[in-house]
């Protein structure tokens, strides 16, 4: 079979895997499978491959080889991808000079991921790590990916997406994890990488598939994913997703979404294609603000008139120390126009529209121990210690809007073939924000540190006054050459200007800790804290060269640069002199080397890859130890080994597994971690993981994985008797699959199989950590027709 080379052709992955949105959400959906899969049994009966028009017969057959439905298909799912989706990577992933790791759903799906958070398990050394600095918290999808925080590198079909929320993934296909500098690949983004999430789309075939999951921590889940040709070259898609749950191990936070996803797309297997998109997601989420770390490994007394303190035993990990009044509320829309067009000579133009806005209120009591907040009325009776409790509070909304015209062609100059890749980029991003607190004397009630309760009564909360908008505009133009010299050697090269203009303007009450000067006025009135117009140009670049020893191996080597301006990812801008988002200092720089071989074995059936990298990050802001003004001197480097190995070692044995190394450092510049060592915070130095299932002869698959993380430093922030790092650990997970018959199967994972006990992230004080999930159970049944 041909390689699959577009969106158009995008496989008919029909998992069955759905949340919940409200009660009544719920109870619709599950109406529809009730009432509506007997109907929808009746048409797929009726489209069959001998039913169809000869122009989509080959597609409805190759819908229907779903793992439990065709006996003619292969008894497990591949995990293996060959190719980007990213029209930007020519080549298959065997021929691409950097590591590109591209995760299917056929994988995510089958561990009964429901996040991006959960999906990123499956890369090495990606994860959650950080819990915020000081008394405040970090939600959603805080990603760190070798040494660096990733959150704001964040992509759905090659667009940005902003916003500090849980990612959802009922309506994704597969998620691309590139690591290394991706600047020249999307423009401004964290030093080591960008991930980039690919939605489902509607093909030429009539499939359903429905799920229904039930676990551990009162998890409840259902998905629908509908698709109907309806013509002879237009389908109609439609996602739903709706949950209503807890967390396991965790007294009163919550998950809880629904959405929807409707997709149509015109002229299916015909030169000139139309894909209209639409996606919404509500979230009514109790937040997680974490546990103390009193009594972890570590833990010391935060005041020597308390030695007694650094006995003290350790919380229970379930503990819940926001309020009644905590919230997470998150509303996100995205609408999608692409047209692709084919032409003749094997060129190909594509135009992608896009306009999202994502909108966020929360309200996250969190907590803090230092020596005055943690109060010892009874030093003998821990029953009688308090903490002081610090709201933090999100008032936000962000809005994207942007034009992406992408064109491919080859081109043949004698002796060398030229795959060309070039675009132009229209976007602007806007940021607005309300500043709230809480009002009064600005304090909160006290949480008992071993008996919290979250019924404090009215709490006394609001608008400070203070507010800020942002709005930037990048104009960017790209082009990659892809320059074969024969069948063994290639050359890659890629260039992207992007000219950026931020317009940033925040009002503040002055006075305070870090308000702005008051002048005359009294303390408390908003004032101007920042008003300026930044501008600049951010040329990114990246050379690749390989040779192929063989037709299924290569060599490369890859080296690139990317540029991150003031602001990062989302170009909100501060006036102090100390962040690296003040508009008075320079981007960072981040220049990457990488060595590597890939090798498709097995038939084809299995990528092996291994890389060697480093990264060395510059424009670091220091400050002077003389005259103590904040400069950009600081250098920063990361640099390891990564191993990968994805897709069958037989037709019953399906493998995903990778590992890495990560030496993070800084190599010139104040220490960072609070040992006072030269190591990057919140970045294990090895990780492992890997997943596979075997399909046993009477048609049960069991597996399982196992994830290994090393040790964590936590930052700097000159905290006291808190744990400086967290523990390495090992946790495992285990799934068994059954067909109850030909459109119906049964899945049990079980994670964290040991029930290990483990801190899966803390934060830069220390004072707070998120403990790892305890044995869980998920139950799913999946229907497909």
Same mark, same amino acid.
Request: proline content about 6%.
């Given at each position: 079979?041909?390689?699959? !080379?577009?969106?158009?052709?995008?496989?008919?992955?029909?998992? @069955?895997?759905?949340?919940?949105?409200?009660?009544?959400?719920?109870?619709?959906?599950?109406?529809?499978?009730?009432?509506?899969?007997?109907?929808?049994?009746?048409?797929?009966?009726?489209?069959?491959?001998?039913?169809?028009?000869? *122009?989509?017969?080959?597609?409805?057959?190759?819908?229907?080889?779903?793992?439990?439905?065709?006996?003619?298909?292969?008894?497990?799912?591949? $995990?293996?991808?060959?190719?980007?989706?990213?029209?930007?990577?020519?080549?298959?992933?065997?021929?691409?000079?950097?590591?590109?790791?591209?995760?299917?759903?056929?994988?995510?799906?089958?561990?009964?991921?429901? +996040?991006?958070?959960?999906?990123?398990?499956?890369?090495?050394?990606?994860?959650?790590? $950080?819990?915020?600095?000081?008394?405040?918290?970090?939600?959603?999808?805080?990603?760190?990916?070798?040494?660096?925080?990733?959150?704001?590198?964040?992509?759905?079909?090659?667009?940005?997406?902003?916003?500090?929320?849980?990612?959802?993934?009922?309506?994704?296909?597969?998620?691309?994890?590139?690591?290394?500098?991706?600047?020249?690949?999307?423009?401004?983004?964290?030093?080591?990488?960008?991930?980039?999430?690919?939605?489902?789309?509607?093909?030429?075939?009539?499939?359903?598939?429905?799920?229904?999951?039930?676990?551990?921590?009162?998890?409840?889940?259902?998905?629908?994913?509908?698709?109907?040709?309806?013509?002879?070259?237009?389908?109609?898609?439609?996602?739903?997703?709706?949950?209503?749950?807890?967390?396991?191990?965790?007294?009163?936070?919550?998950? *809880?979404?629904?959405?929807?996803?409707?997709?149509?797309?015109?002229?299916? %297997?015909?030169?000139?294609?139309?894909?209209?998109?639409?996606?919404?997601?509500?979230?009514?989420?109790?937040?997680?603000?974490?546990?103390?770390?009193?009594?972890?490994?570590?833990?010391?007394?935060?005041?020597?008139?308390?030695?007694?303190?650094?006995?003290?035993?350790?919380?229970?990990?379930?503990?819940?120390?926001? +309020?009644?009044?905590?919230?997470?509320?998150?509303?996100?829309?995205?609408?999608?126009?692409?047209?692709?067009?084919?032409?003749?000579?094997?060129?190909?133009?594509?135009?992608?529209?896009?306009?999202?806005?994502?909108?966020?209120?929360?309200?996250?009591?969190?907590?803090?121990?230092?020596?005055?907040?943690?109060?010892?009325?009874?030093?003998?009776?821990?029953?009688?210690?308090?903490?002081?409790?610090?709201?933090?509070?999100?008032?936000?909304?962000?809005?994207?809007?942007?034009?992406?015209?992408?064109?491919?062609?080859?081109?043949?100059?004698?002796?060398?073939?030229?795959?060309?890749?070039?675009?132009?980029?229209?976007?602007?991003?806007?940021?607005?924000?309300?500043?709230?607190?809480?009002?009064?004397?600005?304090?909160?009630?006290?949480?008992?540190?071993?008996?919290?309760?979250?019924?404090?009564?009215?709490?006394?909360?609001?608008?400070?006054?203070?507010?800020? !908008?942002?709005?930037?505009?990048?104009?960017?133009? =790209?082009?990659?050459?892809?320059?074969?010299?024969?069948?063994?050697?290639?050359?890659?090269?890629?260039?992207?200007? *992007?000219?950026?203009?931020?317009?940033?303007?925040?009002?503040?009450?002055?006075?305070?800790?870090?308000?702005? *000067?008051?002048?005359?006025?009294?303390?408390?009135?908003?004032?101007?804290?920042?008003?300026?117009?930044?501008?600049?140009?951010?040329?990114?670049?990246?050379?690749?060269?390989?040779?192929?020893?063989?037709?299924?191996?290569?060599?490369?080597?890859?080296?690139?640069?990317?540029?991150?301006?003031?602001?990062?990812?989302?170009?909100?801008?501060?006036?102090?002199?100390?962040?690296?988002?003040?508009?008075?200092? %320079?981007?960072?720089?981040?220049?990457?080397?990488?060595?590597?071989?890939?090798?498709?074995?097995?038939?084809?059936?299995?990528?092996?890859?291994?890389?060697?990298?480093?990264?060395?990050?510059?424009?670091?802001?220091?400050?002077?130890?003389?005259?103590?003004?904040?400069?950009?001197?600081?250098? !920063?480097? #990361?640099?390891?080994?990564?191993?990968?190995? #994805?897709?069958?070692?037989?037709?019953?044995?399906?493998?995903?597994?990778?590992?890495?190394?990560?030496?993070?450092? #800084?190599?010139?510049?104040?220490?960072?971690?609070?040992?006072?060592?030269?190591?990057?915070? =919140?970045?294990?130095?090895?990780?492992?993981?890997?997943?596979?299932?075997?399909?046993?002869?009477?048609?049960?698959?069991?597996?399982?994985? @196992?994830?290994?993380?090393?040790?964590?430093?936590?930052?700097?922030?000159?905290?006291?008797?808190?744990?400086?790092?967290?523990?390495? $650990?090992?946790?495992?997970?285990?799934? @068994?699959?059954?067909?109850?018959?030909?459109?119906?199967?049964?899945?049990?994972? #079980?994670?964290?199989?040991?029930?290990?006990?483990?801190?899966?992230?803390?934060?830069?004080?220390?004072?707070?950590? +998120?403990?790892?999930?305890?044995?869980?159970?998920?139950?799913?049944?999946?229907?497909?027709?």
């Amino acid at each position: 079979m041909a390689a699959i !080379k577009s969106r158009k052709h995008v496989r008919p992955r029909f998992t @069955a895997d759905a949340p919940r949105p409200t009660s009544h959400g719920l109870s619709c959906m599950l109406g529809a499978l009730a009432f509506g899969l007997p109907a929808v049994a009746l048409s797929a009966h009726a489209a069959t491959p001998e039913h169809a028009n000869p *122009d989509t017969a080959a597609a409805i057959a190759q819908a229907k080889k779903l793992p439990s439905v065709s006996v003619k298909a292969s008894p497990l799912p591949g $995990y293996l991808v060959d190719k980007s989706a990213s029209d930007k990577y020519t080549q298959p992933l065997l021929d691409t000079t950097q590591t590109l790791q591209v995760i299917s759903s056929d994988l995510f799906n089958q561990q009964g991921a429901t +996040t991006l958070t959960d999906v990123l398990r499956n890369s090495p050394g990606v994860g959650t790590f $950080y819990v915020g600095e000081n008394g405040s918290t970090e939600t959603g999808d805080a990603i760190y990916m070798r040494g660096f925080d990733s959150s704001g590198s964040i992509f759905v079909d090659g667009v940005r997406d902003l916003g500090a929320i849980s990612r959802d993934v009922f309506n994704i296909d597969q998620v691309e994890v590139l690591k290394g500098p991706a600047g020249t690949d999307n423009g401004r983004t964290a030093p080591t990488g960008a991930i980039d999430m690919i939605t489902k789309q509607p093909m030429a075939a009539d499939a359903t598939s429905a799920s229904l999951s039930y676990g551990s921590g009162d998890r409840r889940r259902a998905t629908i994913d509908w698709n109907r040709q309806t013509g002879e070259h237009s389908a109609f898609r439609l996602n739903l997703m709706g949950q209503r749950s807890g967390v396991p191990g965790r007294d009163r936070v919550e998950n *809880d979404r629904w959405g929807f996803a409707p997709s149509l797309a015109f002229g299916l %297997d015909t030169p000139t294609r139309v894909y209209i998109d639409y996606l919404h997601v509500k979230q009514n989420n109790v937040p997680d603000g974490g546990v103390s770390t009193i009594g972890l490994p570590g833990y010391s007394s935060p005041d020597p008139a308390r030695p007694q303190l650094a006995d003290a035993p350790a919380v229970d990990p379930s503990n819940f120390y926001g +309020t009644t009044a905590d919230h997470d509320d998150v509303r996100a829309d995205m609408f999608t126009v692409r047209v692709e067009h084919d032409f003749a000579g094997g060129a190909a133009l594509r135009n992608t529209t896009r306009w999202g806005r994502t909108k966020q209120d929360y309200l996250l009591s969190s907590f803090m121990s230092t020596a005055s907040y943690l109060q010892t009325p009874d030093l003998s009776d821990p029953s009688t210690w308090t903490m002081r409790r610090l709201p933090n509070f999100r008032d936000q909304k962000n809005t994207i809007a942007t034009n992406q015209t992408h064109l491919t062609w080859t081109l043949n100059t004698g002796a060398i073939e030229h795959d060309f890749s070039a675009g132009i980029e229209l976007t602007r991003e806007e940021l607005s924000t309300v500043a709230r607190a809480a009002l009064g004397d600005g304090s909160w009630p006290a949480v008992s540190v071993y008996d919290p309760s979250p019924y404090v009564g009215a709490l006394n909360y609001g608008e400070t006054g203070g507010w800020s !908008k942002g709005r930037t505009d990048t104009v960017s133009a =790209y082009l990659f050459d892809t320059m074969k010299f024969g069948p063994r050697w290639q050359l890659n090269l890629g260039a992207r200007l *992007d000219h950026y203009t931020t317009d940033f303007h925040s009002v503040a009450p002055c006075g305070g800790r870090r308000g702005p *000067d008051c002048g005359s006025l009294a303390e408390g009135t908003p004032v101007t804290d920042l008003d300026t117009r930044l501008q600049g140009n951010l040329p990114n670049w990246k050379v690749g060269l390989l040779y192929k020893p063989t037709d299924n191996g290569s060599l490369y080597a890859n080296i690139a640069v990317s540029q991150q301006p003031p602001g990062g990812d989302t170009l909100a801008l501060s006036s102090r002199p100390n962040n690296a988002a003040n508009p008075d200092f %320079d981007p960072q720089k981040a220049h990457t080397a990488e060595l590597g071989t890939k090798w498709n074995l097995v038939d084809d059936r299995l990528l092996l890859t291994a890389a060697v990298y480093r990264t060395v990050v510059t424009n670091q802001v220091e400050q002077d130890p003389v005259d103590l003004q904040y400069v950009q001197t600081g250098r !920063k480097r #990361v640099q390891g080994v990564e191993l990968s190995a #994805v897709g069958k070692l037989t037709e019953n044995w399906a493998l995903s597994a990778g590992y890495t190394t990560m030496d993070a450092t #800084v190599t010139r510049g104040d220490a960072v971690a609070n040992d006072g060592s030269d190591d990057l915070a =919140y970045t294990p130095t090895r990780a492992f993981t890997a997943w596979t299932t075997y399909h046993l002869p009477f048609d049960l698959t069991i597996g399982g994985g @196992a994830r290994y993380n090393g040790a964590l430093k936590r930052g700097h922030d000159g905290a006291v008797g808190t744990p400086e790092f967290t523990r390495a $650990y090992w946790v495992f997970d285990a799934v @068994a699959s059954y067909p109850v018959s030909r459109h119906v199967d049964l899945r049990l994972n #079980v994670d964290n199989l040991f029930d290990k006990r483990y801190v899966a992230a803390i934060n830069k004080s220390g004072y707070r950590y +998120t403990p790892g999930t305890p044995r869980a159970a998920m139950l799913t049944v999946n229907v497909r027709y």
